[in-house]
């Protein structure tokens, strides 16, 4: 057998932490999470979406992040090593294909996001009167190829120059302050949300749950999200598990990663959903139907 090539570890397991939470924490939890919240009525689909998480969504990244943990090699080379067989390795493959077709959308939002932070410091977002005004305003910078296109590659640039400072300097470096940043922000919309009229509202919406408001189809959407929050079957978990040390306690290192993203989308809930109650938008409106 080969030897194993030693690979470049995570400083710490806080630095672990904070780029596996930095990946899960994305679109699937400030985005998409209340949306779908919202289309399956809040609390019920919550407690459904819980359940999902503790039964599956948990074992299969502990699963992801020993494999590669203990093949210490991308998804192809650990697929490969561990199935003693070359075809194994199309599976990591796929997983890598999976993961590629997700950021091809997810850059394109995270370059929104960027254009929309560059909009918000020349003051630009202060001045809506409705939220038709708001919807106006970004289907106009939607419709700007420059803009899409030019904050999209400043966006991929940014990402590369992550990614070529390496595992420490890099990715790990930048979850240790954004990561911390973004939790600051998000407590500071929960608490801005909290004080708006109607807030009651929002938090009884996402905290009472009503069980008739399920359907069959919110099983399927519950499981989805699970997978989707934790960044499960994207290779992305195998690649960073194989920067653990052997010696790393696994569930030490993952429950405090499904904690911390299960916190963060319930203050997203939060934050969002006392902002809908408080301007009189529909929670079953989705994401961008005002």
């Known amino acids: 057998m080969k030897e194993y090539v030693e690979r470049e570890n995570w400083k710490s397991r806080l630095g ?4 596996a939470l930095g990946s899960a924490v994305g679109l699937g939890s400030i ?50 090593l561990l ?12 997983t890598i294909f999976t993961g590629f ?9 995270a ?28 289907q106009a910078l939607g419709g700007s190829a420059w803009w899409c296109v030019g904050f999209h590659f400043i966006f991929m640039v940014l ?14 470096v930048g979850s240790k302050i ?14 801005k949300g909290l004080t708006l009229p109607s807030s009651f509202k929002a938090l009884k919406f996402l905290f009472a749950p009503d069980f008739k408001s399920l359907t069959p189809a919110a099983i399927v959407l519950a499981l989805g999200q699970a997978f989707f929050t934790l960044s499960l079957g994207q290779g992305t978990m195998v690649t960073y598990g194989s920067y653990l040390s052997r010696r790393e306690d696994i569930p030490k290192s993952v429950i405090p990663v499904v904690l911390l993203n299960t916190a963060i989308s319930l203050l997203v809930g939060v934050a969002v959903f006392c902002i809908v109650f408080s301007v009189g938008l529909k929670p079953e409106a989705g994401p961008i139907d005002f």
């Not at 929104?112 to 001045?127: E, I, V």
């Not at 954004?178 to 608490?191: E, G, H, K, R, Y």
Request: with cysteine; charged share 10%.
């Open 16 to 19: 672990f932490i904070f780029a």
């Open 31 to 80: 985005w998409r999470f209340p949306y779908i919240v919202g289309e399956n009525g809040g609390a019920a689909f919550i407690l459904l979406y819980l359940f999902c998480l503790l039964l599956i969504g948990f074992p299969v990244l502990v699963s992801e992040i020993l494999v590669g943990r203990t093949a210490q090699s991308s998804p192809y080379g650990s697929f490969r």
């Open 83 to 94: 199935g003693r067989n070359r075809k194994w390795g199309w599976g990591g493959y796929l």
């Open 101 to 109: 077709i997700i950021s091809s959308f997810y850059s394109v939002i």
């Open 111 to 138: 370059g929104w996001t960027l254009g929309h932070l560059f909009q918000a410091l020349k003051g630009n977002l202060t001045h809506f009167t409705s939220a038709q005004d708001a919807l106006h305003h970004f």
């Open 159 to 172: 990402c590369v120059l992550v990614l070529i400072s390496g595992v420490r300097k890099g990715i790990e």
């Open 178 to 191: 954004m990561m911390p940043l973004l939790i600051l922000v998000l407590i500071v919309l929960v608490i």
